[in-house]
């Protein structure tokens, strides 16, 4: 048995002739659909698509789990996730046919037929019908009928090899016997979340080269992306950190073993989620928190399940030193729901700041990135009462920023720029829930605040020279945990959170 790669993609000579004579916007339908393997699978080189990185995974999980339960009675995920996320397409190896997947096409007969493909269970050969892609999408006409014509331009050329690209993955699930347990079609199901990945480029007018693409996505500009799954067995809230002067991406977790997990981004990928220390039983409300002031430096701070307090862990670029007590806690004075760390723009100072016991603002601080020099925990603001964790953002040393929510359900903001202001109400009541997310766009003036709605949909607010009010961002995609943020340029945002009520599984949005 042979993995899918570039070489598989092999067309018999009629399928060649055909292709390379009927064209769409001066394009042939061989560009096409070879662009369509590009962004669907795979390029020469073995750079990822959409369903290598993902992206097909989280749009299939969107329509498998809608409505707070399976849809069409889908529950053999193992074949979603497994095909969608994996991409575990296999062919035998013959004489005739050795690791390949065939296209063939025009056949006599299929010039009367109306559908794109077909395909039979156990064949490694795919007949696409390009000439019904191309007739449609001129004439606004079969699945092209919603939006009319396609236009014949350089966008256009791209709609049809993401349309072709979910075509062929289409076949390819059917060629593999994939169904649900009432035969329902998960093909189906894979063509949608093609569709639904690319719906940045269905939705957008603008005329540019087909070539133009940033990782296999169009260069459209900055937007939301997908929701990509990154799977998990994840309990309560995550810690995410963009690791200073790198290009990593740390997220932990509480596991479903109580323990800490983590998961990081690195070369371009994911890795797997693997145990950080399975000594360390968590307390199963706590959430860890997690801060980085360079790449051989992270600091993770967590409540432990025997004593609720709180402690840190270190990472010194070779090793993860010992948990360690956060500065004199005695259970129950100091420290309901998580602590917020943040790192002092420019120094090795970490702020941490809890909600007490008494339901105020607590801080403690260490000038030598968590080593030592912690002072004791002292009061912030005896005089605000919050409903929530706090959350600290620092854009310089002469400045922090903290976001709780308060009694009344709004949402609050305290500055500090050598002294501390009161606290500013940001409304929310009634619309959004749980814990704060912060991050300020570096190189920018702009704060954005990201949190769970009521609805369960992902919800912003931002300043920029003044507070936006909350929108949403995402009202389809459930959230079941508060989401964490961050930002590695005026262009970029990542948010995390768990997702698909009634999981652990932890999904991840990007603007880009």
Not at 61 to 71: F, Q, T
Not at 168 to 180: I, P
Not at 192 to 212: C, E, G, H, N, W
Not at 434 to 441: F, L, P, Q, S, Y
Request: one cysteine or more.
């Amino acid at each position: 048995m042979e993995a899918l790669s570039w070489s598989n993609w092999y067309r018999s000579e009629g399928c060649r002739k055909w292709m390379d004579k009927t064209t769409f916007a001066g394009t042939s339908f061989t560009s096409i659909f070879y662009q369509a393997m590009r962004l669907i699978f795979l390029d020469e080189k073995g750079n990822k698509g959409l369903l290598y990185t993902n992206a097909v995974s989280a749009a299939s999980h969107l329509i498998v789990k809608a409505n707070n339960g399976y849809r069409n009675g889908f529950s053999v995920e193992d074949q979603q996730v497994h095909l969608s996320a994996y991409g575990l397409f296999r062919y035998n190896n013959t004489s005739t046919s050795p690791g390949r997947l065939r296209f063939e096409g025009p056949d006599g007969d299929d010039l009367t037929k109306t559908q794109y493909a077909e395909t039979s269970s156990g064949s490694q050969t795919i007949e696409i019908h390009f000439y019904n892609i191309i007739k449609h999408a001129r004439e606004g006409t079969g699945a092209f009928t919603p939006s009319g014509p396609v236009p014949e331009n350089a966008h256009g050329a791209l709609v049809l090899a993401y349309f072709t690209g979910a075509v062929v993955l289409h076949e390819m699930m059917r060629e593999h016997g994939f169904n649900a347990k009432d035969n329902s079609s998960l093909p189906q199901v894979a063509m949608q979340s093609v569709l639904d990945a690319a719906k940045i480029v269905f939705d957008q007018s603008t005329t540019l080269p087909l070539s133009a693409s940033i990782n296999g996505w169009p260069a459209y500009g900055p937007r939301w992306q997908y929701w990509q799954f990154l799977g998990g067995e994840v309990i309560n809230d995550l810690g995410v950190v963009a690791i200073p002067g790198t290009r990593t991406v740390d997220i932990y977790a509480q596991w479903s073993d109580q323990t800490l997990y983590q998961k990081y981004w690195a070369n371009g990928q994911w890795s797997s989620w693997m145990s950080v220390d399975p000594s360390f039983d968590m307390h199963p409300s706590s959430s860890p928190v997690v801060v980085s002031v360079n790449a051989s430096h992270r600091a993770i701070f967590a409540r432990k399940r025997q004593n609720l307090c709180t402690y840190y862990k270190l990472w010194n670029g070779d090793n993860w030193l010992p948990w360690t007590l956060l500065t004199g806690q005695i259970a129950g004075k100091i420290g309901v729901g998580d602590v917020s760390a943040v790192v002092i723009p420019g120094t090795k100072v970490i702020d941490v700041y809890v909600r007490g016991a008494d339901d105020t603002l607590w801080q403690t601080f260490s000038t030598n990135a968590g080593y030592d020099n912690w002072t004791e925990w002292f009061p912030v603001d005896s005089s605000f009462k919050m409903d929530s964790s706090p959350t600290a953002v620092s854009a310089n040393t002469g400045h922090r920023a903290i976001y709780a929510r308060g009694k009344d359900g709004n949402v609050y903001h305290k500055a500090w720029d050598g002294s501390w202001h009161g606290w500013e109400s940001l409304g929310g009541k009634g619309v959004v829930k749980g814990d704060v997310a912060a991050v300020i766009v570096p190189g920018t003036n702009v704060t954005d605040l990201y949190m769970q709605g009521v609805d369960g949909g992902l919800w912003q607010q931002y300043w920029d020279n003044g507070w936006s009010g909350w929108f949403a961002v995402d009202k389809e995609f459930k959230l079941v945990s508060s989401p964490a943020v961050i930002s590695t340029d005026a262009s970029h945002r990542s948010v995390f959170a768990k997702g698909a009520p009634g999981t652990n599984f932890v999904y991840h949005k990007f603007y880009r």
